[in-house]
Protein backbone atom coordinates (compact mmCIF):
# COMPACT_ATOMS: atom_id res chain seq x y z
CA UNK A 1 0.00 0.00 0.00
CA UNK A 2 2.69 2.87 0.79
CA UNK A 3 5.83 1.65 -0.93
CA UNK A 4 9.47 3.83 0.02
CA UNK A 5 12.03 3.42 -2.56
CA UNK A 6 15.32 4.69 -1.85
CA UNK A 7 13.83 8.40 -1.05
CA UNK A 8 16.91 11.14 -0.36
CA UNK A 9 15.89 14.80 0.70
CA UNK A 10 18.77 17.12 1.03
CA UNK A 11 17.43 20.77 1.98
CA UNK A 12 20.96 22.66 0.12
CA UNK A 13 23.81 21.26 1.35
CA UNK A 14 22.20 19.14 4.43
CA UNK A 15 20.96 15.58 3.59
CA UNK A 16 18.29 15.04 6.38
CA UNK A 17 17.19 11.44 4.49
CA UNK A 18 19.68 9.33 3.28
CA UNK A 19 18.22 6.09 0.90
CA UNK A 20 15.15 5.40 3.20
CA UNK A 21 13.21 2.11 1.56
CA UNK A 22 10.90 0.43 3.57
CA UNK A 23 6.69 -0.43 3.03
CA UNK A 24 3.85 -0.81 4.90
CA UNK A 25 0.89 -3.22 3.28
CA UNK A 26 -2.71 -3.32 3.76
CA UNK A 27 -4.13 -3.66 7.33
CA UNK A 28 -0.60 -2.63 8.84
CA UNK A 29 0.17 0.03 11.20
CA UNK A 30 3.66 0.75 11.03
CA UNK A 31 5.55 2.41 13.54
CA UNK A 32 8.21 5.17 12.80
CA UNK A 33 10.62 5.15 15.11
CA UNK A 34 13.91 7.65 15.52
CA UNK A 35 15.18 10.27 17.67
CA UNK A 36 14.29 13.67 17.44
CA UNK A 37 15.72 15.56 14.11
CA UNK A 38 15.97 11.97 12.18
CA UNK A 39 14.23 12.84 9.87
CA UNK A 40 10.59 11.08 10.95
CA UNK A 41 8.37 14.39 9.09
CA UNK A 42 10.53 14.90 6.88
CA UNK A 43 10.15 11.31 5.82
CA UNK A 44 6.10 11.72 6.00
CA UNK A 45 5.94 15.16 4.31
CA UNK A 46 7.25 13.42 1.43
CA UNK A 47 5.06 10.84 1.40
CA UNK A 48 1.36 12.86 1.95
CA UNK A 49 3.40 15.02 -1.52
CA UNK A 50 3.35 17.84 0.71
CA UNK A 51 6.94 18.07 -0.18
CA UNK A 52 9.36 16.48 -3.16
CA UNK A 53 12.10 14.27 -2.45
CA UNK A 54 15.50 14.99 -4.00
CA UNK A 55 15.46 11.53 -5.21
CA UNK A 56 13.59 7.85 -4.45
CA UNK A 57 9.78 7.35 -4.78
CA UNK A 58 6.91 6.78 -3.16
CA UNK A 59 4.01 4.87 -4.23
CA UNK A 60 0.48 4.90 -2.88
CA UNK A 61 -1.70 1.95 -3.68
CA UNK A 62 0.65 1.74 -6.72
CA UNK A 63 0.23 5.22 -7.60
CA UNK A 64 3.32 7.75 -8.24
CA UNK A 65 2.83 10.74 -5.22
CA UNK A 66 4.82 12.65 -7.45
CA UNK A 67 3.63 11.60 -10.91
CA UNK A 68 0.28 10.89 -10.28
CA UNK A 69 -0.36 13.63 -6.99
CA UNK A 70 -3.85 14.00 -7.45
CA UNK A 71 -4.88 10.69 -7.47
CA UNK A 72 -2.17 9.45 -4.53
CA UNK A 73 -3.43 12.38 -2.48
CA UNK A 74 -7.03 11.57 -2.64
CA UNK A 75 -6.38 8.27 -0.82
CA UNK A 76 -4.43 10.18 2.04
CA UNK A 77 -5.53 11.11 5.47
CA UNK A 78 -2.53 13.63 6.64
CA UNK A 79 -2.04 14.61 10.81
CA UNK A 80 1.02 16.77 10.29
CA UNK A 81 2.92 17.53 13.43
CA UNK A 82 0.97 20.49 14.22
CA UNK A 83 -2.79 20.24 13.64
CA UNK A 84 -3.67 21.84 10.77
CA UNK A 85 -6.55 23.97 12.19
CA UNK A 86 -8.16 27.33 10.95
CA UNK A 87 -7.89 29.18 14.19
CA UNK A 88 -11.20 31.05 13.43
CA UNK A 89 -13.36 28.59 12.05
CA UNK A 90 -15.55 26.14 14.69
CA UNK A 91 -14.90 22.71 14.18
CA UNK A 92 -18.03 21.66 12.60
CA UNK A 93 -17.27 24.29 9.58
CA UNK A 94 -13.72 23.22 9.77
CA UNK A 95 -14.33 20.07 9.22
CA UNK A 96 -16.89 20.54 6.76
CA UNK A 97 -14.44 22.56 4.24
CA UNK A 98 -11.70 19.72 4.86
CA UNK A 99 -14.34 17.35 3.32
CA UNK A 100 -15.30 19.66 0.62
CA UNK A 101 -11.50 19.68 -0.01
CA UNK A 102 -11.02 16.41 0.07
CA UNK A 103 -13.54 15.22 -2.51
CA UNK A 104 -16.22 13.81 -0.49
CA UNK A 105 -19.70 13.69 -2.26
CA UNK A 106 -21.97 17.17 -1.49
CA UNK A 107 -24.84 14.40 -0.43
CA UNK A 108 -22.66 12.39 1.77
CA UNK A 109 -20.64 15.50 3.91
CA UNK A 110 -23.14 15.60 6.76
CA UNK A 111 -22.82 11.92 7.45
CA UNK A 112 -19.41 11.82 7.03
CA UNK A 113 -18.69 14.81 9.44
CA UNK A 114 -20.93 13.11 11.89
CA UNK A 115 -18.95 9.95 11.80
CA UNK A 116 -15.54 11.56 12.50
CA UNK A 117 -16.76 13.73 14.72
CA UNK A 118 -18.60 10.49 17.20
CA UNK A 119 -15.48 8.31 16.45
CA UNK A 120 -12.81 11.17 17.57
CA UNK A 121 -15.39 12.19 20.58
CA UNK A 122 -16.01 15.17 19.24
CA UNK A 123 -19.48 15.79 20.03
CA UNK A 124 -19.82 18.48 22.64
CA UNK A 125 -17.70 20.16 20.43
CA UNK A 126 -18.83 21.01 17.09
CA UNK A 127 -19.52 24.72 18.04
CA UNK A 128 -16.91 25.58 19.37
CA UNK A 129 -14.29 28.07 17.60
CA UNK A 130 -11.10 25.72 16.99
CA UNK A 131 -7.98 28.17 18.06
CA UNK A 132 -10.13 28.16 21.77
CA UNK A 133 -9.41 24.48 21.83
CA UNK A 134 -7.02 22.50 24.22
CA UNK A 135 -4.38 20.63 22.89
CA UNK A 136 -6.13 17.44 23.28
CA UNK A 137 -9.04 18.84 21.51
CA UNK A 138 -6.89 20.23 18.88
CA UNK A 139 -5.32 16.84 18.57
CA UNK A 140 -8.40 15.02 18.29
CA UNK A 141 -9.53 17.86 15.36
CA UNK A 142 -6.73 17.16 13.51
CA UNK A 143 -7.52 13.26 13.52
CA UNK A 144 -10.86 13.83 12.55
CA UNK A 145 -9.56 15.84 9.41
CA UNK A 146 -7.85 13.11 8.55
CA UNK A 147 -9.99 10.23 8.57
CA UNK A 148 -13.14 12.59 7.32
CA UNK A 149 -12.59 11.17 3.44
CA UNK A 150 -12.67 7.52 5.01
CA UNK A 151 -9.03 6.93 3.10
CA UNK A 152 -7.38 3.93 2.89
CA UNK A 153 -4.24 5.54 4.18
CA UNK A 154 -3.32 7.52 7.01
CA UNK A 155 -0.34 9.38 8.11
CA UNK A 156 0.05 10.54 11.80
CA UNK A 157 2.78 12.64 12.28
CA UNK A 158 3.21 12.08 16.61
CA UNK A 159 -0.84 11.81 17.19
CA UNK A 160 -0.34 11.47 20.90
CA UNK A 161 2.39 14.53 21.41
CA UNK A 162 0.95 16.65 24.41
CA UNK A 163 -1.93 14.81 25.49
CA UNK A 164 -2.35 13.69 28.73
CA UNK A 165 -2.72 9.46 29.90
CA UNK A 166 -6.19 9.16 29.66
CA UNK A 167 -6.07 11.19 26.18
CA UNK A 168 -3.16 9.42 25.17
CA UNK A 169 -5.04 5.72 26.07
CA UNK A 170 -7.89 7.00 24.05
CA UNK A 171 -6.24 7.90 20.31
CA UNK A 172 -3.92 4.82 20.82
CA UNK A 173 -7.40 2.94 21.08
CA UNK A 174 -9.16 4.93 18.03
CA UNK A 175 -5.99 4.25 16.49
CA UNK A 176 -6.15 0.67 16.54
CA UNK A 177 -9.93 0.58 15.85
CA UNK A 178 -8.97 2.08 12.64
CA UNK A 179 -6.57 -0.36 11.26
CA UNK A 180 -9.06 -2.45 9.74
CA UNK A 181 -8.17 -2.66 5.87
CA UNK A 182 -5.93 0.77 6.32
CA UNK A 183 -2.81 1.09 6.34
CA UNK A 184 -1.53 3.12 8.93
CA UNK A 185 1.63 5.21 9.57
CA UNK A 186 2.56 6.77 12.25
CA UNK A 187 5.35 8.29 13.84
CA UNK A 188 6.65 8.57 17.41
CA UNK A 189 9.10 8.59 20.17
CA UNK A 190 7.44 6.90 22.75
CA UNK A 191 8.73 3.27 22.32
CA UNK A 192 5.79 1.62 24.15
CA UNK A 193 3.34 2.91 21.73
CA UNK A 194 4.55 1.27 19.09
CA UNK A 195 5.03 -2.16 20.74
CA UNK A 196 1.23 -1.77 22.34
CA UNK A 197 -0.54 -0.89 19.12
CA UNK A 198 2.02 -1.50 16.04
CA UNK A 199 2.47 -4.58 13.45
CA UNK A 200 5.66 -3.61 12.33
CA UNK A 201 8.23 -0.90 13.34
CA UNK A 202 10.78 1.20 11.44
CA UNK A 203 13.41 2.65 13.32
CA UNK A 204 15.09 5.69 11.25
CA UNK A 205 18.69 7.46 12.62
CA UNK A 206 19.95 10.10 11.56
CA UNK A 207 18.09 10.34 7.96
CA UNK A 208 18.83 6.48 7.59
CA UNK A 209 16.63 3.18 7.98
CA UNK A 210 18.30 1.51 11.16
CA UNK A 211 15.78 -1.32 11.41
CA UNK A 212 12.64 -2.41 9.52
CA UNK A 213 11.23 -5.25 11.61
CA UNK A 214 7.98 -6.85 12.57
CA UNK A 215 6.74 -6.91 16.27
CA UNK A 216 5.77 -10.42 16.23
CA UNK A 217 9.75 -11.11 15.43
CA UNK A 218 11.45 -9.35 17.98
CA UNK A 219 12.47 -12.03 19.95
CA UNK A 220 10.54 -12.57 23.46
CA UNK A 221 12.23 -11.04 26.20
CA UNK A 222 13.62 -8.16 24.30
CA UNK A 223 11.95 -4.59 25.19
CA UNK A 224 12.09 -2.52 22.29
CA UNK A 225 13.96 -0.11 23.87
CA UNK A 226 16.41 -2.16 23.62
CA UNK A 227 16.04 -3.10 20.08
CA UNK A 228 16.16 0.82 19.41
CA UNK A 229 19.31 1.36 21.52
CA UNK A 230 21.12 -1.16 19.52
CA UNK A 231 19.77 -0.06 16.21
CA UNK A 232 20.52 4.19 17.20
CA UNK A 233 24.28 2.68 18.59
CA UNK A 234 24.74 0.43 15.45
CA UNK A 235 24.39 3.68 13.37
CA UNK A 236 26.13 5.74 15.56
CA UNK A 237 29.16 7.67 14.76
CA UNK A 238 32.65 6.37 15.66
CA UNK A 239 33.43 9.04 17.78
CA UNK A 240 30.22 8.75 19.61
CA UNK A 241 31.48 4.80 20.28
CA UNK A 242 35.16 6.78 21.16
CA UNK A 243 33.29 8.26 24.06
CA UNK A 244 31.51 5.70 25.61
CA UNK A 245 34.38 3.95 25.85
CA UNK A 246 35.98 6.64 28.00
CA UNK A 247 33.36 6.33 29.93
CA UNK A 248 33.43 2.76 30.74
CA UNK A 249 36.87 3.43 31.21
CA UNK A 250 35.93 5.89 33.73
CA UNK A 251 33.52 3.27 35.18
CA UNK A 252 36.08 1.07 35.83
CA UNK A 253 38.58 3.11 37.04
CA UNK A 254 35.39 4.21 39.75
CA UNK A 255 34.88 0.95 40.76
CA UNK A 256 38.67 -0.50 40.97
CA UNK B 1 -14.08 24.70 -10.19
CA UNK B 2 -15.73 22.84 -7.33
CA UNK B 3 -12.67 23.28 -5.31
CA UNK B 4 -12.12 26.93 -5.97
CA UNK B 5 -15.62 27.10 -4.42
CA UNK B 6 -14.62 25.66 -1.47
CA UNK B 7 -11.28 27.77 -1.33
CA UNK B 8 -13.48 31.01 -2.14
CA UNK B 9 -16.37 30.55 0.19
CA UNK B 10 -14.10 29.74 3.12
CA UNK B 11 -11.63 32.58 2.94
CA UNK B 12 -14.59 34.48 2.19
CA UNK B 13 -16.05 33.54 5.48
CA UNK B 14 -12.74 34.23 7.10
CA UNK B 15 -12.56 37.83 6.08
CA UNK B 16 -15.57 38.42 8.11
CA UNK B 17 -14.69 36.63 11.57
CA UNK B 18 -11.02 38.44 11.95
CA UNK B 19 -10.66 42.13 12.25
CA UNK B 20 -8.15 43.52 10.07
CA UNK B 21 -10.69 43.00 7.28
CA UNK B 22 -13.22 45.05 9.11
CA UNK B 23 -10.39 47.65 10.21
CA UNK B 24 -9.39 48.21 6.51
CA UNK B 25 -13.30 48.74 5.75
CA UNK B 26 -13.35 51.18 7.81
CA UNK B 27 -10.38 53.37 7.52
CA UNK B 28 -11.19 53.61 3.42
CA UNK B 29 -14.92 54.46 4.41
CA UNK B 30 -14.19 56.74 6.88
CA UNK B 31 -11.36 58.35 5.15
CA UNK B 32 -13.15 58.68 1.65
CA UNK B 33 -16.03 60.36 3.66
CA UNK B 34 -13.45 62.98 4.62
CA UNK B 35 -12.04 63.49 1.71
CA UNK B 36 -15.80 63.99 0.46
CA UNK B 37 -16.72 66.68 2.81
CA UNK B 38 -13.48 68.32 2.02
CA UNK B 39 -13.63 68.68 -1.67
CA UNK B 40 -17.73 69.20 -1.20
CA UNK B 41 -17.02 72.11 1.30
CA UNK B 42 -14.11 73.50 -1.88
CA UNK B 43 -16.94 73.41 -3.86
CA UNK B 44 -19.36 74.90 -2.08
CA UNK B 45 -17.27 77.70 -1.60
CA UNK B 46 -16.11 78.14 -5.46
CA UNK B 47 -19.76 77.80 -6.62
CA UNK B 48 -20.23 81.18 -3.99
CA UNK B 49 -17.11 83.55 -4.93
CA UNK B 50 -18.04 82.87 -8.65
CA UNK B 51 -21.99 83.70 -8.05
CA UNK B 52 -20.45 87.10 -6.18
CA UNK B 53 -18.34 88.16 -9.04
CA UNK B 54 -20.94 87.36 -11.27
CA UNK B 55 -19.56 84.92 -14.53
CA UNK B 56 -22.55 82.90 -15.03
CA UNK B 57 -19.87 81.06 -17.69
CA UNK B 58 -17.66 80.07 -15.31
CA UNK B 59 -20.57 78.63 -12.87
CA UNK B 60 -21.79 76.84 -15.80
CA UNK B 61 -18.30 74.84 -16.60
CA UNK B 62 -17.72 74.36 -12.77
CA UNK B 63 -19.24 71.01 -12.30
CA UNK B 64 -19.44 68.13 -9.82
CA UNK B 65 -17.80 65.46 -11.78
CA UNK B 66 -14.18 66.88 -11.79
CA UNK B 67 -14.34 69.09 -8.62
CA UNK B 68 -15.92 66.32 -6.55
CA UNK B 69 -15.49 62.98 -7.86
CA UNK B 70 -12.52 63.08 -10.04
CA UNK B 71 -10.06 63.96 -7.08
CA UNK B 72 -12.16 61.80 -4.57
CA UNK B 73 -11.33 58.78 -6.26
CA UNK B 74 -7.93 59.64 -7.02
CA UNK B 75 -7.35 59.84 -3.11
CA UNK B 76 -9.27 56.67 -2.43
CA UNK B 77 -6.75 55.32 -4.87
CA UNK B 78 -3.87 56.17 -2.56
CA UNK B 79 -5.54 55.20 0.75
CA UNK B 80 -6.09 51.88 -1.45
CA UNK B 81 -2.30 51.58 -1.81
CA UNK B 82 -2.23 51.73 1.76
CA UNK B 83 -4.38 49.26 3.11
CA UNK B 84 -4.88 46.80 0.37
CA UNK B 85 -1.22 44.91 1.66
CA UNK B 86 -3.04 44.71 5.13
CA UNK B 87 -5.88 42.82 3.78
CA UNK B 88 -3.82 40.64 1.69
CA UNK B 89 -0.90 39.96 3.78
CA UNK B 90 -1.81 37.03 5.51
CA UNK B 91 -3.59 34.96 2.74
CA UNK B 92 -0.74 32.56 2.32
CA UNK B 93 1.52 33.70 4.85
CA UNK B 94 -1.17 32.78 7.64
CA UNK B 95 -0.95 29.28 6.21
CA UNK B 96 2.46 28.82 5.94
CA UNK B 97 2.94 30.33 9.72
CA UNK B 98 -0.14 27.93 11.12
CA UNK B 99 0.88 24.60 9.16
CA UNK B 100 -3.02 24.97 7.47
CA UNK B 101 -0.58 25.45 3.94
CA UNK B 102 0.47 21.02 4.85
CA UNK B 103 -3.96 20.71 4.83
CA UNK B 104 -3.98 22.64 1.35
CA UNK B 105 -0.84 21.31 -0.41
CA UNK B 106 -1.52 17.60 0.86
CA UNK B 107 -5.10 17.68 -0.44
CA UNK B 108 -6.46 16.22 -3.87
CA UNK B 109 -6.33 19.79 -5.11
CA UNK B 110 -4.28 21.77 -8.06
CA UNK B 111 -2.61 24.84 -7.02
CA UNK B 112 -4.35 26.85 -9.34
CA UNK B 113 -7.47 25.86 -7.90
CA UNK B 114 -6.23 27.53 -4.46
CA UNK B 115 -4.80 30.72 -5.99
CA UNK B 116 -8.08 30.86 -7.69
CA UNK B 117 -10.44 30.84 -4.93
CA UNK B 118 -7.89 32.87 -2.87
CA UNK B 119 -8.65 35.88 -5.33
CA UNK B 120 -12.33 35.12 -5.95
CA UNK B 121 -12.70 35.62 -1.65
CA UNK B 122 -10.24 38.97 -1.95
CA UNK B 123 -12.45 40.07 -5.10
CA UNK B 124 -15.48 39.84 -3.70
CA UNK B 125 -14.05 41.77 -0.87
CA UNK B 126 -12.85 44.53 -2.55
CA UNK B 127 -16.47 44.73 -4.55
CA UNK B 128 -17.79 45.47 -0.94
CA UNK B 129 -15.76 47.88 -0.31
CA UNK B 130 -15.76 49.65 -3.34
CA UNK B 131 -19.92 49.48 -3.55
CA UNK B 132 -19.48 51.24 -0.09
CA UNK B 133 -17.85 53.82 -1.67
CA UNK B 134 -21.22 54.48 -3.95
CA UNK B 135 -22.60 56.09 -0.83
CA UNK B 136 -20.36 59.20 -1.83
CA UNK B 137 -21.89 59.07 -5.33
CA UNK B 138 -25.31 58.26 -4.43
CA UNK B 139 -25.23 61.54 -1.64
CA UNK B 140 -24.31 63.37 -4.99
CA UNK B 141 -27.23 62.15 -6.95
CA UNK B 142 -29.56 62.90 -4.40
CA UNK B 143 -28.80 66.21 -3.38
CA UNK B 144 -26.89 67.12 -7.29
CA UNK B 145 -26.99 66.50 -11.01
CA UNK B 146 -23.70 64.98 -11.34
CA UNK B 147 -22.93 63.15 -14.70
CA UNK B 148 -23.67 58.99 -13.69
CA UNK B 149 -21.87 57.48 -16.46
CA UNK B 150 -18.91 59.29 -15.81
CA UNK B 151 -18.51 58.32 -11.86
CA UNK B 152 -19.15 54.45 -13.37
CA UNK B 153 -16.43 54.60 -15.39
CA UNK B 154 -14.46 56.15 -12.57
CA UNK B 155 -15.38 53.32 -9.91
CA UNK B 156 -15.12 50.79 -12.42
CA UNK B 157 -11.55 51.98 -12.76
CA UNK B 158 -11.10 52.12 -8.63
CA UNK B 159 -12.16 47.98 -7.90
CA UNK B 160 -9.91 47.23 -11.54
CA UNK B 161 -7.07 48.92 -9.53
CA UNK B 162 -7.80 47.32 -6.31
CA UNK B 163 -7.93 44.17 -8.22
CA UNK B 164 -4.48 44.53 -9.00
CA UNK B 165 -3.28 45.56 -5.74
CA UNK B 166 -5.26 42.65 -4.64
CA UNK B 167 -3.11 40.24 -7.20
CA UNK B 168 0.56 41.68 -6.19
CA UNK B 169 -0.71 41.37 -2.44
CA UNK B 170 -1.49 37.68 -3.05
CA UNK B 171 2.00 36.94 -4.93
CA UNK B 172 4.20 38.84 -1.96
CA UNK B 173 2.03 36.64 0.25
CA UNK B 174 2.83 33.70 -1.32
CA UNK B 175 6.69 34.10 -0.78
CA UNK B 176 6.86 34.58 2.63
CA UNK B 177 5.39 33.29 6.26
CA UNK B 178 5.72 36.19 7.52
CA UNK B 179 2.56 39.09 7.38
CA UNK B 180 4.63 41.69 7.82
CA UNK B 181 7.48 41.51 5.30
CA UNK B 182 4.33 40.54 2.50
CA UNK B 183 2.36 43.70 3.47
CA UNK B 184 5.92 46.04 3.19
CA UNK B 185 6.70 44.19 -0.21
CA UNK B 186 3.31 44.83 -1.89
CA UNK B 187 3.14 48.22 -0.42
CA UNK B 188 6.70 48.95 -2.09
CA UNK B 189 5.63 47.64 -5.37
CA UNK B 190 2.04 48.98 -5.75
CA UNK B 191 3.93 52.22 -4.79
CA UNK B 192 6.38 51.91 -7.53
CA UNK B 193 3.89 51.06 -10.27
CA UNK B 194 2.27 54.62 -8.69
CA UNK B 195 5.48 56.47 -9.90
CA UNK B 196 7.21 54.41 -12.32
CA UNK B 197 6.37 57.41 -14.90
CA UNK B 198 7.89 60.08 -13.28
CA UNK B 199 11.17 60.01 -15.20
CA UNK B 200 9.15 59.75 -17.79
CA UNK B 201 7.42 62.83 -17.83
CA UNK B 202 9.49 64.99 -19.83
CA UNK B 203 11.39 62.54 -22.17
CA UNK B 204 10.55 60.45 -25.16
CA UNK B 205 11.54 56.83 -26.23
CA UNK B 206 10.78 53.66 -26.14
CA UNK B 207 11.51 53.09 -22.21
CA UNK B 208 9.69 56.44 -21.44
CA UNK B 209 6.70 55.32 -23.02
CA UNK B 210 7.34 51.65 -21.56
CA UNK B 211 7.44 53.33 -18.11
CA UNK B 212 4.41 55.42 -18.46
CA UNK B 213 2.65 52.33 -20.00
CA UNK B 214 3.05 50.40 -17.31
CA UNK B 215 1.75 53.30 -14.56
CA UNK B 216 -0.99 52.26 -13.09
CA UNK B 217 -2.43 55.90 -12.23
CA UNK B 218 -1.88 56.67 -16.24
CA UNK B 219 -4.74 53.98 -17.26
CA UNK B 220 -6.70 54.85 -13.67
CA UNK B 221 -7.01 58.84 -14.52
CA UNK B 222 -8.81 57.85 -18.11
CA UNK B 223 -11.27 55.70 -16.84
CA UNK B 224 -11.65 58.57 -13.86
CA UNK B 225 -12.38 61.08 -16.60
CA UNK B 226 -15.34 58.57 -17.93
CA UNK B 227 -13.25 57.02 -20.54
CA UNK B 228 -13.58 53.28 -20.38
CA UNK B 229 -10.97 52.17 -22.87
CA UNK B 230 -10.32 48.48 -23.57
CA UNK B 231 -6.61 49.08 -23.74
CA UNK B 232 -7.01 50.17 -20.15
CA UNK B 233 -9.43 47.66 -19.16
CA UNK B 234 -6.58 44.98 -20.72
CA UNK B 235 -4.09 46.83 -18.37
CA UNK B 236 -5.50 46.03 -15.19
CA UNK B 237 -6.30 42.41 -16.23
CA UNK B 238 -2.88 41.63 -17.60
CA UNK B 239 -1.60 43.08 -13.73
CA UNK B 240 -3.77 40.81 -11.76
CA UNK B 241 -3.17 37.88 -14.72
CA UNK B 242 0.55 38.02 -13.88
CA UNK B 243 0.43 38.63 -10.62
CA UNK B 244 -1.78 35.53 -10.57
CA UNK B 245 0.46 33.38 -12.75
CA UNK B 246 3.57 34.46 -10.27
CA UNK B 247 1.22 33.22 -7.63
CA UNK B 248 0.65 30.09 -8.74
CA UNK B 249 3.97 29.35 -9.32
CA UNK B 250 5.54 30.52 -6.50
CA UNK B 251 2.86 28.16 -4.29
CA UNK B 252 3.92 25.29 -6.94
CA UNK B 253 7.58 25.87 -6.28
CA UNK B 254 6.95 24.28 -2.51
CA UNK B 255 6.99 20.81 -4.98
CA UNK B 256 9.77 21.17 -7.05
CA UNK B 257 12.28 22.40 -3.95
Same mark, same amino acid.
Given at each position: MIDVKHLTKAYGSF *?? *??DVSFKAEKGQILGFLGPNGAGKTTTMRIITGFMPATAGTVEIDGLDIFNNSLEARRRIGYLPENP??? *???RVEGYLRFVAKLRGVKRAEIDGAVDHVVQVTGLSDMTGRICGQLSKGYRQRVGLAQALVHNPPVLVLDEPTIGLDPRQIHEIRELIRGLAGDRTIVLSTHILPEVSQICDKVVIINDGRVALEEMIKD??????LEEVFLHAIAREGHAAEAGAEETLEEVGAGHSA | MRNTITIAGKELAGYFVQPVAYVVLTVFVLLGGWFFFAMLRQFDEMVQLVQMMGQPDTLRQMNLNTRVIDPLLHDLSVVLVIVMPALTMRVFAEEKRSGTYELLLTAPIRTGEIVAGKFLAAGAFTLVMVALAWIFPLILIVFGNPEVGVMFAGYLGLFLLALSFVSVGLFTSSLTQNQIIAAISSFGILILLFVISWPAEAGGGVVWALLKYLSLPEHFSTMVRGVIDTSDVVFFLSVVGTALFLTQRSVESARWR
Open positions: *VA *VKPLY *VDMIPEGTS | -
